[in-house]
């Protein structure tokens, strides 16, 4: 039996009289993908909050068993630093020995970046960098937000790939925060679908072969979820 990561038990929640998430129920096992999908405004970032121990939740649970977990927020703002740092400077801000930081530099594939300045890189090369900031102290569970926004697709390509390299060969267990559907469904091993309440988790195959999609996004949406 794998061990459990996270689990979410009947958790609601609201902010005031709202209720943003309904009753949802989810476990996350070692080694697993999770795509967390779902459109904007739709709890994905309230749930992540709960997982995290930011915000409680109104009833239910949410168990977290570990406390080794990265986190890569959204890329954007990130450029608004004018502030001249090089990528090895941004890793070892959080800290670890240099030795740590070649290893994460490597597997990250961004070692030979590593004297450049951060604002100087491709906006994929800089992601590589946060992933490899996040990777430090060997995290058991890597929690991306919206990783992908305003990066391109050969960027974002090869992104999934270390993703997957990371989740198969390093055995990390990675959720995939996001909005965009179509994408990610195809990258990860399940899919956990909120809007408000839990609307499918499972294989992403099966996902993409209901009408649920549109139920979600409406008619449209696979096609506008792409753009930006
Ligand atoms: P997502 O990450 O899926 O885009 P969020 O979890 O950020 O969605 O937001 C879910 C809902 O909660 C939205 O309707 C949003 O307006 C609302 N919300 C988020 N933060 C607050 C807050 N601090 N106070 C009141 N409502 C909030």
Same mark, same amino acid.
């Given at each position: ?11 609601s929640f609201s902010y ?26 739709s709890g994905k970032t ?5 997982? +995290?121990? $930011?915000?409680? %939740? @109104?009833? &239910? ?13 959204? !890329? ?65 569970? +890597?929690? $991306?937000?919206? %990783? @992908?926004? &305003? ?13 997957? !390299? ?63």
């Amino acid at each position: 039996m794998k061990k459990e990561i996270i689990k979410i038990t009947d958790l609601s929640f609201s902010y005031k009289s709202e209720v943003i998430l309904h009753e949802v129920s989810l476990t996350v096992k070692e080694g697993d993908f999770l795509g967390l999908i779902g459109p904007n405004g739709s709890g994905k970032t309230t749930l992540l909050k709960i997982i +995290l121990g $930011l915000l409680q %939740p @109104t009833s &239910g649970r949410a168990e977290l068993m570990t406390k080794k977990i990265g986190y890569v927020a959204q !890329k954007a703002g990130f450029n608004a630093i004018g502030f001249p740092i090089t990528v090895e400077e941004v890793i070892s801000m959080a800290g670890g020995s240099q030795e740590e930081i070649e290893r994460v530099l490597e597997l990250t594939n961004i070692a030979s970046k590593k004297k450049r300045l951060l604002n100087e890189l491709s906006g994929g090369q800089q992601q590589r960098v946060f992933i490899a900031r996040a990777l430090l102290h060997n995290p058991e569970l +890597l929690i $991306l937000d919206e %990783p @992908t926004v &305003g990066i391109d697709s050969q960027s974002q390509n090869n992104f999934y790939k270390l993703l997957k !390299k990371l989740n198969q060969e390093n055995g990390l267990t990675l959720i995939l925060v996001s909005h965009e559907l179509d994408v990610v469904a195809k990258e990860v091993s399940s899919v956990a679908c909120i809007n408000k309440n839990l609307i499918y988790h499972g294989q992403p195959q099966e996902l993409l072969e209901t009408d649920l999609i549109e139920k979600l996004y409406g008619k449209n949406q696979r096609l506008i979820a792409h753009h930006h």
